[in-house]
């Protein structure tokens, strides 16, 4: 009984550590990286292209109206006298 459990490379037919070289498919953690991989260039890639088309095609943007009060500030900054002073 004691034969059965014996660890000895004869109860490996002799072969000893031998690796066999069978291919079993991709590893998980690869394929897990591919796809967030690609999922987020898809997003870079679709952020690019949709900032890319609105500069080609939307107008401008209006700039805000400045209020007298900055208006007067920057003419006396400059030195000339705001009208109707």
């Known amino acids: 009984m004691a034969e059965e459990f014996s660890f000895s490379d004869s109860s490996f037919g002799g072969k000893g550590n031998v690796i066999k070289d069978e291919t079993r498919g991709f590893n998980p953690a690869l394929i897990v990286l591919l796809v967030v991989g690609s ?47």
């Open 39 to 85: 999922i987020i260039f898809f997003f870079l890639a679709g952020n690019y292209a949709l900032y890319a088309y609105a500069q080609k095609t939307l107008p401008p943007r209006k700039k805000k109206p400045i209020s007298k009060k900055k208006l007067k500030k920057e003419k006396l900054k400059q030195g000339v006298s705001a009208p109707g002073e």
